[in-house]
């Protein structure tokens, strides 16, 4: 016989130690934290503990994951609030960005908006931007991560003698409108800390305040 055929035999007779139940203290088996034997019995113990271990550890960190989600959904909240309470379209992009730093501690913030109408073009957040980031901004699929770019957004953080060494890019797009056709402006968010935006966190916070500030900067756009 080998080990296979001695398991099944096992699983196919559950009874076989209830008939011979002294070999549950006969047999000894190798301990895994120490050198001595142990019995059937108790290794089975150590075992039943271990998983017990591992499901409490487990558990700790769901409810870790699960505490820092609400703390994001009630800082999103917050600042959904008072974008949405803004009356004058002019003060939506600081009340954006500002929101951004002060309730989700964003080191730096800064948008651009492009397209927008006369009554708002002499506007700080309608300073000309580049060819090459509107180009980017509508190819964008989702929000770029990642290391401080030479793009021109890596430079509209204030005050810009603070280092930047990582970098989040929301492109700002009308709702329910084709990328390139829809896509109106740039938001960026930057930090000193190089793993703040880093290439593998997920995008989907992002992509989420994304189209809450687009909704609400539709309202700089011409008519």
């Known amino acids: 016989m ?6 099944d035999y096992l699983i196919a007779h559950p ?13 000894k088996l190798g301990n895994p934290h ?3 034997a142990v019995s059937l019995p108790e290794r089975l113990i150590a075992m039943l503990r271990e998983q017990n271990r591992q499901q409490e550890r487990r558990l700790a960190e769901l409810l ?7 703390d994001i959904t009630g800082k999103f909240a917050r600042w959904t609030s008072c974008v949405i309470a803004v009356r004058d379209p002019r003060a939506l992009p600081d009340t954006i960005t500002h929101g951004l ?17 006369e009554a708002y073009a002499q506007a700080d957040f309608a300073q000309p931007v580049s060819d090459e980031t509107q180009a980017f901004a509508e190819q964008m699929q989702t929000p770029y991560c990642g290391a401080n770019t030479t793009l021109d957004a890596a430079q509209w953080f204030e005050p810009a003698s603070h280092a930047t060494g990582s970098i989040a890019l929301i492109a700002l797009r009308a709702p329910d409108a084709a990328p390139q056709a829809g896509t109106f402006g740039l938001l960026a968010m930057g930090s000193p800390d190089a ?3 880093h290439e593998g966190m997920s995008t989907d916070f992002l992509s989420q305040i994304g189209a809450l500030a687009s909704a609400a900067l539709t309202r700089l756009l011409p008519r």
């Open 2 to 7: 080998n080990d296979r055929a001695v398991a």
């Open 15 to 27: 009874d076989f130690f209830v008939e011979h139940a002294a070999l549950l203290t006969t047999i």
């Open 34 to 36: 120490g050198k001595a």
């Open 64 to 70: 870790h994951y699960g505490q820092e989600n609400a």
């Open 101 to 117: 730093c002060d309730v989700f501690g964003v080191p730096q913030a800064a948008l651009r908006v492009w397209k927008v109408d």
């Open 195 to 197: 793993q703040r935006f």
